[in-house]
Structures are given as C-alpha cells and as structure tokens.
C-alpha cells in the first residue's frame, strides 16, 4: 500500500515562507496526479494545489502568486514552496496522490 509522508510544517511569521516536503513509498510517476489539500477545525479540507503527470498545475485562487507546487521523481517526493505566507493560511496540510491516497498531515502555523 503506498504511504506518503508529509514534512516541513511548523510555526512562521506572516510574510514568512516553508517548504512542505511529501515523500511517496512508490514512483510517483504512477499518479495521475499530486497535490495539497490544508484542514482548520470544524472545516471541510480544500484543495490548495495540484500538478499532473503532464505537468498542469492548479491553484486555489488565494494562495495563487504565493504557493509553488513542484515535483523530484528521482526522489519520489512533491513539494509545495509557501512564500508571503498569510494568518489566514495557518491549518494542517494534507499531501495526495490521484485524489484518494493521503498523508497524516504537517501543522503549519503562521503567526507573530
């Protein structure tokens, strides 16, 4: 069964960046596609950003200009670079593969 393993959360400064880190225990070049979903209490997970085998990224209109979404096949991993990072973004990250596989999850809270 493939696990991901999300990294890289913890606490920032607004206007601060983090670089969360997803390693699959599989070639991730299988995946239709990859991506980050974030979580705050009491609400539904949204999709932050996704990239395709193809190479498409999308983006959630807030965080567009800000979030990177990128991938290493060598190292089976994906990454999401957060610059000019916002209160508003803090919530636990939550890596996918095709939609329907999910990591445990990182904390990232940005705060003064």
């Known amino acids: 069964q493939v696990q991901l393993v999300e990294s890289g959360g913890g606490l920032v400064q607004p206007g601060g960046s983090l670089r969360l880190s997803c390693v699959a225990s599989?070639?991730?070049?299988?995946?239709?596609?990859m991506g980050w979903y974030r979580q705050t209490p009491g609400n539904e997970r949204e999709d932050v950003a996704s990239l395709t085998l193809s190479g498409t990224e999308n983006y959630k209109d807030s965080v567009k200009g800000r979030f990177t979404i990128s991938r290493d096949n060598a190292k089976n991993t994906v990454y999401l670079q957060m610059d000019s990072l916002k209160s508003e973004d803090t919530a636990v990250y939550y890596c996918?593969?095709?939609?329907?596989?999910w990591g445990h999850g990182t904390q990232v809270t940005v705060s003064s």
């Open positions: 599989e070639n991730i070049l299988k995946f239709v596609a």
């Open positions: 996918h593969a095709n939609y329907h596989i």
